[in-house]
Nanobody
Framework: QVQLVESGGGLVQAGGSLRLSCAAS???????????MGWFRQAPGKEREFVTA????????SYVDSVKGRFTISRDNTKNTVYLQMPSLYPEDPAVYYC???????????????WGQGTQVTVSS
């Protein structure tokens, strides 16, 4: 397991942008690169849902249909950090966004063994 700390959430108007960051506490950058990293979100009254994932090297990404073409996940294995760029936020995007790490599975089937504490994203109309 790794310790994950998210940052970058906040309040924006519809159509606005945010960039979330997730810093991983690991012994080495090589350790971080052994994890698939992902973002999940949970809106009030709803189950937590997969949003996006990025493969160990960053060469592959996967998105839920509702954010495909809008959000971009990236990672910097030299900084042990994963990012979620959200340049166009819709009223249906508000949620607590969680960073997650999985050493085995990639994509929407990932079963993370490490979670961050979450960061709130709020969109005003």
């Amino acid at each position: 397991q790794v310790q994950l700390v998210e940052s970058g959430g906040g309040l924006v108007q519809a159509g606005g942008s945010l960039r979330l960051s997730c810093a991983a506490s690991v012994r080495t950058s090589r350790t971080f690169s052994r994890y698939v990293m992902g973002w999940f979100r949970q809106a009030p009254g709803k189950e937590r849902e997969f949003v996006t994932a990025i493969s160990w090297s960053g060469g592959s990404t996967s998105y839920v249909d509702s954010v495909k073409g809008r959000f971009t996940i990236s990672r910097d294995n030299t900084k042990n950090t994963v990012y979620l760029q959200m340049p166009s936020l819709y009223p249906e995007d508000p949620a607590v966004y969680y960073c997650a790490a999985d050493p085995r599975s990639y994509g929407s089937v990932m079963q993370p063994d490490s979670w961050g504490q979450g960061t709130q994203v709020t969109v005003s109309s």
